[in-house]
């Protein structure tokens, strides 16, 4: 979901604890405002009061107050409902760049430009104490779980680790190479790792500790709901995940393309959010580093500020695009197989009804069947003709795949047999679908320009040729009862035939560039089409537009295909991605055109093909 939010920049957003029912925003233009987070309804009139930017903001732990920060050197405390001021302004003596409450909402933490963190009593306003080290300013604060503990960045390109109620430094100079650690508290002295030995420190103490790093201004900060680690984005490109007791690295720095404005951590800790300059989301693995979401693109200028819902399940980002948008975690995971064997591009992916495995058609001449789990080669190569399109039977017994000798041939499954030839088009076979249920037929379109019915085991045109199209029938699919077929044209139409006479029992329906892909919806009542950057959604008997997402790509897109349920759609270009809609969410992975894509039978994985020879199954 995408929130047009403010007039200017949105530089913060935040959920509030437990519900995640509403977000707060904080912008350029000065104000700070309040949404339903399930239908992006402002459900409190812009608060007003800071004469400048609003640089941070964050919900008391009862969601009942708001925070904000601003480079008019002032924090506000407000009745979230209402914008009431409760507190302040509480005035300091530079910018102010990060706010956030303790864990019992008693205090409040801020990070000034004049390099020093203050702790304010939060019904009151009056200052608690002042934290001084930093030499520079502080970009980011934030309290541990327990609230004993506040962690800070700063641009002198440091982590600092402060003791919550004795106000003192913990670990300081969490630096990007050699940097000063103190002991671990009051209490307890901390063990350290120098030079190959373990040190005890004394309270006070200091050591010399090397921790690879960051190099560069630390912009962001967070701990882990356990309070063990911490993480840190930064302006040298990277996410840094840290052990609290002993300052060290935990895994090797994240990198990012770009600057990173942002960071949190998932409310288990096991994941990490991340936005920056590149305009992207990304969810990481916060044991391994390793990608598990996304990137999630949609906005179109730099992510100032990201943030976990209390759930888990979705993510908050607030951009320089003057937008909001909440993404679905789980919407869509990186590939967990990748399959390589093919010597040339493979132009055409389908699953078994199963989906238990994966066929493919390629440039090589060869078709492939794969476990769709590991990624391992079941049945092939087949050696045949370049093959452009390719399809399973309904009952998995059979696999259909159309060539560029204009010849289509069905093979066994299990042992890869040429079972029949289907001959009888003039060109290239651009697509093939198999008739729903029984599987009985094939339907197949060409460069003819005519569209085809076949017996699927004697090879028998059963229906056709269908003429219609005045340039290549691209793309075929049957309706799900089995009674139509659609057909989409590089001459910019789209038929809807009766599947057994030819009769033209709807349109033809015009686009504004040639159709690639063309798909019912699993209740027959809509048809997708691409074309040009663009997916179209519209009634399958009227034409009527349901849904148009212009630009949905930066390129051309290939294909197209609905969910099991209708609900979502999946889609594949030539700028090398695959997004999912109404997730907004993209996957980058191969490293060129994306030449078919398909859902699994039960929904959760997605296929996908490329001109990079590759094969992808993608979580979604």
């Given at each position: 979901?995408?929130i047009?939010?403010?007039?200017?920049?949105?530089?913060?957003v935040?959920?509030?604890?437990?519900d995640?029912?509403?977000i707060a925003?904080g912008s350029?233009?000065t104000?700070?405002?309040?949404?339903?987070?399930r239908t992006?309804i402002l459900?409190?009139?812009?608060?007003?009061?800071?004469?400048?930017r609003?640089?941070c903001?964050a919900?008391?732990?009862?969601?009942e107050?708001?925070?904000s920060?601003?480079?008019?050197?002032t924090?506000?405390?407000?009745d979230?409902?209402t914008?009431v001021l409760?507190?302040?302004?509480i005035?300091h003596s530079?910018?102010?760049?990060?706010v956030?409450?303790?864990?019992?909402g008693?205090q409040?933490v801020?990070?000034?430009h004049?390099n020093?963190i203050y702790?304010?009593n939060?019904?009151?306003?009056?200052?608690i104490?002042v934290?001084?080290g930093?030499?520079d300013?502080?970009?980011?604060?934030a309290f541990?779980?327990d609230g004993?503990r506040i962690v800070?960045?700063s641009?002198?390109n440091?982590?600092?680790?402060w003791?919550a109620?004795t106000k003192v430094?913990i670990?300081?100079?969490?630096?990007?190479?050699?940097?000063?650690v103190?002991s671990g508290?009051?209490?307890?002295?901390?063990?350290?790792p120098?030079?190959?030995e373990?040190?005890?420190?004394?309270?006070?103490g200091m050591?010399?500790?090397?921790?690879?790093?960051?190099?560069d201004?630390?912009t962001?900060v967070?701990?882990?709901?356990?309070g063990?680690?911490?993480?840190?984005?930064?302006?040298?490109k990277?996410?840094?995940?840290w052990?609290v007791?002993t300052g060290a690295?935990l895994?090797?720095?994240?990198?990012?393309?770009d600057?990173?404005w942002?960071?949190a951590?998932?409310?288990d800790?096991?994941?990490?959010?991340?936005g920056g300059?590149?305009t992207?989301?990304?969810?990481?693995n916060?044991?391994?580093?390793?990608?598990?979401a996304?990137?999630f693109q949609?906005?179109?200028n730099?992510?100032n500020s990201?943030?976990f819902s209390?759930d888990?399940?979705?993510?908050l980002?607030?951009?320089?695009?003057s937008?909001?948008?909440?993404?679905d975690?789980?919407a869509?995971?990186?590939?967990?197989v990748e399959s390589e064997?093919?010597?040339?591009a493979v132009?055409?992916?389908?699953?078994?009804?199963d989906?238990e495995?994966?066929?493919?058609g390629?440039k090589?001449?060869?078709?492939?069947?794969?476990n769709s789990q590991?990624?391992?080669l079941v049945?092939?190569p087949?050696?045949t003709?370049?093959?452009y399109c390719?399809?399973?039977?309904p009952?998995?017994?059979?696999?259909?795949s159309g060539?560029?000798?204009?010849?289509?041939?069905?093979?066994?499954?299990?042992t890869?047999?040429l079972v029949?030839q289907?001959?009888?088009?003039?060109n290239?076979?651009h697509s093939?679908?198999f008739s729903p249920?029984?599987?009985?037929?094939i339907a197949?379109?060409?460069s003819?320009?005519?569209?085809?019915?076949w017996?699927?085991?004697t090879?028998v045109l059963?229906?056709g040729?269908?003429?219609g199209?005045?340039?290549?029938?691209?793309c075929?699919?049957f309706?799900p009862?089995?009674?139509r077929?659609?057909?989409?044209s590089?001459d910019?139409?789209v038929?809807?035939?009766?599947s057994k006479?030819?009769?033209?029992v709807?349109g033809?329906?015009h686009h504004?560039?040639e159709v690639?892909?063309?798909?019912?919806?699993?209740?027959?009542t809509?048809?997708?089409v691409?074309?040009d950057?663009?997916?179209?959604?519209f009634?399958a008997q009227?034409?009527t537009?349901l849904?148009?997402?212009p630009?949905?790509?930066?390129?051309?897109?290939?294909?197209v295909?609905?969910?099991?349920?209708?609900?979502q759609?999946?889609s594949?270009s030539?700028?090398n991605?695959?997004r999912?809609?109404?997730m907004?969410?993209?996957f980058q992975?191969h490293s060129?055109?994306?030449?078919s894509?398909?859902f699994?039978s039960?929904g959760?994985?997605?296929?996908s093909?490329?001109l990079?020879?590759?094969?992808r199954?993608?979580?979604v």
């Amino acid at each position: 979901m995408t929130i047009k939010a403010h007039n200017e920049a949105i530089l913060t957003v935040a959920f509030p604890p437990g519900d995640g029912e509403r977000i707060a925003s904080g912008s350029d233009d000065t104000t700070v405002c309040v949404w339903d987070a399930r239908t992006g309804i402002l459900i409190a009139a812009p608060f007003e009061g800071h004469t400048k930017r609003v640089s941070c903001v964050a919900f008391s732990p009862d969601g009942e107050r708001i925070v904000s920060g601003s480079i008019d050197a002032t924090v506000r405390i407000m009745d979230s409902r209402t914008g009431v001021l409760v507190a302040g302004p509480i005035q300091h003596s530079d910018e102010v760049s990060c706010v956030a409450f303790s864990p019992d909402g008693e205090q409040i933490v801020s990070g000034c430009h004049d390099n020093n963190i203050y702790i304010w009593n939060s019904r009151t306003g009056a200052q608690i104490t002042v934290l001084e080290g930093h030499s520079d300013l502080v970009w980011s604060v934030a309290f541990s779980q327990d609230g004993d503990r506040i962690v800070s960045g700063s641009v002198d390109n440091t982590l600092r680790l402060w003791d919550a109620r004795t106000k003192v430094g913990i670990a300081s100079s969490m630096e990007g190479y050699t940097a000063k650690v103190l002991s671990g508290g009051t209490r307890n002295p901390m063990l350290l790792p120098s030079d190959g030995e373990i040190l005890a420190v004394d309270d006070g103490g200091m050591v010399d500790v090397p921790l690879e790093g960051h190099s560069d201004k630390v912009t962001s900060v967070a701990f882990s709901c356990d309070g063990k680690r911490i993480v840190s984005g930064s302006c040298d490109k990277t996410v840094c995940v840290w052990d609290v007791q002993t300052g060290a690295l935990l895994i090797r720095p994240i990198q990012h393309d770009d600057l990173v404005w942002s960071v949190a951590f998932s409310p288990d800790g096991e994941q990490i959010v991340s936005g920056g300059r590149d305009t992207e989301v990304r969810v990481w693995n916060s044991r391994t580093g390793t990608l598990v979401a996304g990137p999630f693109q949609g906005h179109s200028n730099a992510v100032n500020s990201v943030a976990f819902s209390p759930d888990g399940q979705r993510i908050l980002s607030g951009s320089a695009d003057s937008t909001i948008r909440i993404w679905d975690v789980q919407a869509f995971g990186v590939a967990q197989v990748e399959s390589e064997g093919h010597s040339d591009a493979v132009w055409s992916v389908a699953f078994s009804p199963d989906g238990e495995q994966i066929v493919s058609g390629s440039k090589d001449g060869t078709v492939c069947v794969w476990n769709s789990q590991n990624g391992n080669l079941v049945t092939g190569p087949i050696q045949t003709n370049p093959v452009y399109c390719i399809a399973f039977s309904p009952n998995g017994v059979y696999i259909a795949s159309g060539s560029t000798d204009s010849t289509i041939s069905v093979w066994n499954a299990q042992t890869g047999d040429l079972v029949t030839q289907l001959e009888g088009h003039t060109n290239v076979i651009h697509s093939v679908a198999f008739s729903p249920g029984d599987g009985e037929r094939i339907a197949s379109g060409s460069s003819d320009t005519t569209v085809r019915v076949w017996n699927t085991k004697t090879g028998v045109l059963v229906a056709g040729p269908f003429e219609g199209h005045s340039q290549p029938a691209d793309c075929v699919a049957f309706s799900p009862d089995g009674e139509r077929i659609a057909s989409g044209s590089y001459d910019t139409t789209v038929h809807m035939w009766n599947s057994k006479t030819g009769a033209v029992v709807a349109g033809p329906f015009h686009h504004d560039k040639e159709v690639n892909c063309v798909a019912f919806s699993p209740d027959g009542t809509r048809i997708m089409v691409c074309f040009d950057t663009t997916v179209r959604i519209f009634n399958a008997q009227s034409g009527t537009i349901l849904l148009d997402l212009p630009e949905w790509h930066s390129d051309t897109i290939h294909y197209v295909a609905f969910s099991p349920d209708g609900e979502q759609i999946v889609s594949g270009s030539d700028d090398n991605t695959v997004r999912m809609w109404p997730m907004q969410t993209s996957f980058q992975g191969h490293s060129a055109a994306i030449t078919s894509v398909a859902f699994s039978s039960n929904g959760n994985s997605v296929i996908s093909s490329s001109l990079d020879r590759t094969i992808r199954v993608l979580e979604v």
